[in-house]
C-alpha cells in the first residue's frame, strides 16, 4: 500500500453570511482543506472526512518530500488502504473556529481590525455541517457515498445523516457517542479551567498582548491525553519505567517516570501548536452536542428520517468514548428501523484506537467500504 503522496491545501473563501446556532452571524469564512483520488464523471465516489476535537484537514500524505508527520489518517487513506484513494474522492477539511487556517479565533475580526480571540461566536456540530455543505456544493458534489469520522467526527457525521437526508449515502461512526457523559464534561471543564487561569490568558485576548497561555494549554492537553489513552496501554508502553533517577530509598537523584517525560513532551507540543481559543470553543461543542435534543430526547425519533446506512465501530478499552455509549446508537437505530451495521473492536489504545493502525479495525473499514465500492460498480452498470 501506498501514500497519497505530496499534497497541497487548498483554501475558499465564503463570502455569504451564515446563521450559527448561537444566534449570530458569521458575515464570512475561509475553509482550508485537501483532497485525495479524483472524482468520478457523475461524481458519486465522494467521502468527506470530519475530524475530532484537536484534528484537522490535514488527513493522508505529506506537504513536503522531507516531512515527517503525515495526515493525522495516514494508515487509512491512500491508495489499497480502508478508505481506497483509487476508488474514492476524498475531502478532508479544518472546521471554523480550529485553527489550522480556516476562520476562526486567531482570524482578524472585520469589525475590530483585530484578533477574533474570545470574541469569535460560539459553535455547535450543526455549524460545521451547514459549511461542509457550502463546501460540498463547491465541489459539484450533491450524495456523499459516506461521511466518515471519529470521535467529535463522528458526531458530525451523525448530524450530517439529520440534518441533509438525502445528501448521505452511508454514515460511518467511530468512538462516538449521542451525547457526551457527564465525566466528560467534567475532564472537558478541568482542560477549560487550567487554561482560563494561566496568567497569560488575559481574557482570551492573548494574541493581543504578543504571548500564548501556554502553561494552561499544556495541562490542559496533559489531562485530555491520559483520558486518550487506557491503563493498560499506558502500562505496556511505559509500565513503572524511569527516564531518570532511582526508585532507592535516599538516591540522591530524583525520580522521572517515563509517563510523565511522555507527558510532558505532548503537553509541550501540543501548547504551541494548538490555539487556547479553539480549545475552549471545540470542548464546549462537545459538551453541548445532544443529537436528540430536537427529537424530544427521544434518539428513536431522531433517526427516523435518515436515509442512509450506518456503521458504527467502537473500542472496548475506550472508556471515554465506551462502547455503551455506541450500543445506543446502534438501539436506537434499530429502533428507527435503520440498515446498522455494529463492529466492537478488541484493542488497548483507548479511545486513542480510532487513530492507530489495528488489523481488525482496518479489515471492518475495507470490507464496508468495499461494499460501497461495488454499490457505484453496480450503479454504473445497470
Known sequence: ??????????????????????????????L??????????????????????????????????DDKHPGWWDAYI?????????????????????????????????????PWGADFPPLRCRDWVNTQYRLMQLLHIEQWAAVIGGSLGGMQAMRWSLMYPECVRHCVVIASAMKLSTQNIAFNEVARQAILSDPEFHDGHYLEHNTLPKQGLRLARMVGHITYLSED??????????KTGSL????????????????????????????????????????????????????????KGALCDYLIVSFTTDWRFSPQRSREIVNAMIAAHKPVSYAEIDANFGHDAFLIPHSRYE????????????ENEDKSCA
Open 248 to 303: 532507592d530509598l535516599g538516591h540522591s537523584d530524583e525520580a522521572e517516570f517515563q509517563i510523565e517525560s511522555y507527558l510532558r513532551y505532548q503537553g509541550d507540543s501540543f501548547s504551541t501548536a494548538f490555539d487556547a481559543n479553539s480549545y475552549i470553543l471545540m470542548t464546549k461543542a462537545l459538551d453541548m452536542f445532544d443529537l436528540a435534543n430536537d427529537y424530544g430526547d427521544d434518539p428513536v425519533a431522531a433517526f
Open 78 to 114: 491512500g491508495p489499497g488502504k480502508p478508505i481506497d484513494t483509487n476508488k474514492f474522492f476524498v475531502v478532508s477539511l479544518n472546521n471554523i473556529g480550529g485553527c489550522h487556517g480556516s476562520t476562526g479565533p486567531t482570524s482578524i475580526n472585520p469589525d475590530t481590525g483585530k
Open 32 to 65: 482550508v482543506y485537501e483532497t485525495y483520488g479524483q472524482l468520478n464523471a457523475d461524481a458519486s465516489n465522494a467521502v468527506l472526512i470530519c475530524h475530532a476535537l484537536s484534528g484537522h484537514h490535514h488527513a493522508a500524505g505529506r506537504h513536503h518530500p
Open 363 to 374: 479489515t471492518v473499514l475495507r470490507n464496508y467500504l468495499q461494499r460501497i465500492v461495488k
Open 233 to 242: 496501554g499506558m502500562k505496556e508502553k511505559f509500565g513503572r519505567e524511569l
Open 1 to 30: 500500500m501506498s501514500s497519497v503522496g505530496i499534497v497541497s491545501p487548498q483554501s475558499h473563501y465564503f463570502d455569504q453570511p451564515i446563521d450559527l446556532a448561537c444566534g449570530r452571524t458569521l458575515p464570512a469564512y475561509e
